[in-house]
């Protein structure tokens, strides 16, 4: 099966600041790399995914980079704000689209 | 708006009181999961259903069974709940979009158990 890897498990950064968040995955035939936000008591939230086609991906303050050899990808926070306060966690896909979470990081945007 | 559906939002039962959650969807996908989330932890996959077929993870505890009557439903049972069964369970969907799978989750059923 699948093993995916999430540093760090918190993050505690200023508003302002830009936020990192780095996985590895061990199934080089997972194809499909979803990011979702999770706050207290919620359902986990797609923010942006990253398909293996492709290397970097990115929507307003958010971005996803992919690199296949080394089976790592990474989420980018710029411009932080109170509101990305949240759980995040990576995910990979493997065997007819299940997800394998990493553990998840926890980030506070402190103003 | 084409959603998945969880019931009831929040389950308190009784140690060993068979438990039904309920989820649906009106995306016509045709893949159904049910994770298990625990405080503080990542969701963790229990069963999903591809179509018709069923498959269980490996470390999925017996008393943890699905069945699913049609495209739109998919129920879990918990046989005989146990106070370490207390989570949040999530439901999700998907189907397949250019060989990738995006899941769609529920808003999921918080399970006490006394």
């Known amino acids: 099966g699948e093993n995916v890897e999430q540093h760090p498990s918190t993050l505690s950064v200023q508003e302002g600041d830009s936020a990192v968040i780095k996985c590895t995955y061990s199934?080089?035939?997972?194809?499909?790399f979803p990011w979702y936000k999770q706050e207290l008591g919620k359902r986990p939230q797609l923010i942006i995914d990253i398909r293996s086609n492709v290397g970097e991906k990115k929507d307003q303050r958010i971005a996803v980079t992919l690199n296949k050899t080394a089976k790592h990808f990474s989420l980018h926070i710029t411009e932080t704000q109170p509101e990305d306060s949240a759980v995040y966690f990576c995910a990979a896909t493997y065997s007819w689209g299940k997800l394998q979470f990493g553990a998840g990081t926890q980030v506070v945007v402190t103003p | 708006d084409a959603m998945v559906i969880q019931n009831p939002r929040y389950q308190v039962t009784q140690f060993g009181k068979p438990v039904t959650l309920s989820c649906s969807q009106t995306?016509?996908?045709?893949?159904m999961y049910w994770y298990q989330q625990k405080s503080s932890q990542a969701p963790k996959l229990l069963f999903h259903?591809?179509?018709?077929?069923?498959?269980n993870e490996a470390d999925t505890p017996d008393n943890f069974q699905s069945r699913r009557p049609n495209t739109s439903f998919c129920f879990l049972d918990i046989r005989s709940p146990g106070l370490g069964d207390a989570a949040m369970y999530l439901c999700a969907t998907s189907r397949e979009d250019g060989g990738t799978y995006e899941q769609y989750f529920g808003p999921g059923t918080r399970l006490t158990v006394t």
């Open positions: 259903y591809y179509d018709k077929d069923f498959n």
């Open positions: 199934d080089s035939a997972s194809n499909y």
């Open positions: 995306l016509n996908h045709n893949v």
